[in-house]
């Protein structure tokens, strides 16, 4: 009887990953739990890296979508550069042109700063990201969203404003109606502003620019804190 693998992205994914690994002699068993525990990036990386992959839009959208939820047609175009050169500038328009006019090798690492570069989706801060207790919302999308996280941190269409609320997993599991007093200090620091009636932190930039990455870092660096530190129990 074959040995079923469990389903961690997709059918046509998995498979792909696991004859990269069935290369290193890895029995059935051992292959099972390298692809469960394998990080995205990794996994990303061997996905392109094989023959058996054309490294096109489309398997691009289709790894994206698998492993991240991130609906590559729903994507807002933020490279006015490559805006500027499309008679459709769609975001599968925009990969399509930059596929046909830079000439190369497309590895996992170099189709990861594609999507930074066109679309703003750091796809190795949501591999960081992951079962860190935070949910993301960007763009009109859930980027990241599990039912055990504590806080979710959304963001506008132009990445120009900020929201950070309390999930009601978190509100369940401790009993508070909204966002810890161990936040505040922090997110008043870096510029934010209570609202009392939503119960939520919002930050919105004075010159209508998206948010910087350094910003974003320094926003989810101090949740992840107190996650760490006051309930990852909660979790």
């Known amino acids: 009887?074959?040995?079923?693998?469990?389903?961690?992205y997709h059918p046509s994914i998995d498979q792909i990953i696991i004859h990269t690994l069935k290369k290193e002699?890895?029995?059935?068993?051992?292959?099972?739990?390298?692809?469960?525990?394998?990080?995205?990036?990794?996994?990303?990386?061997?996905y392109f890296d094989s023959e058996e992959i054309q490294v096109n839009t489309e398997s691009i959208a289709h790894f994206v979508h698998h492993a991240f939820y991130i609906d590559l047609d729903k994507a807002y175009l933020l490279d006015k550069e490559t805006s500027a050169k499309l008679e459709d500038p769609s975001p599968k328009a925009a990969i399509n042109w930059c596929l046909s006019n830079h000439q190369q090798e497309w590895t996992g690492e170099q189709i990861r700063a594609l999507l930074i570069k066109l679309f703003g989706i750091n796809t190795n801060g949501l591999a960081f990201l992951e079962n860190k207790g935070i949910s993301l919302y960007s763009k009109k999308q859930w980027i990241l969203r599990q039912d055990s996280?504590?806080?979710?941190?959304?963001?506008?269409?132009?990445?120009?404003?900020?929201y950070i609320i309390a999930t009601d997993f978190f509100k369940l599991k401790t009993g508070l109606d909204g966002l810890p007093e161990s936040l505040h200090e922090n997110l008043n620091s870096l510029g934010f502003t209570y609202d009392h009636e939503k119960m939520c932190y919002y930050y919105c930039t004075s010159d209508n620019q998206p948010v910087p990455d350094a910003f974003k870092k320094q926003v989810l660096d101090s949740l992840i804190e107190v996650i760490n530190t006051k309930y990852s129990h909660a979790m």
Do not use: C, H, P, Q
């Not at 009887?1 to 961690?8: E, G, T």
């Not at 963001?155 to 120009?160: P, V, Y």
């Open 1 to 8: 009887m074959a040995y079923s693998f469990s389903l961690k």
């Open 25 to 46: 002699g890895l029995d059935e068993i051992s292959l099972d739990s390298r692809l469960k525990n394998m990080s995205k990036i990794e996994a990303m990386d061997r």
């Open 149 to 162: 996280d504590l806080f979710i941190v959304s963001t506008g269409a132009n990445d120009i404003d900020v």
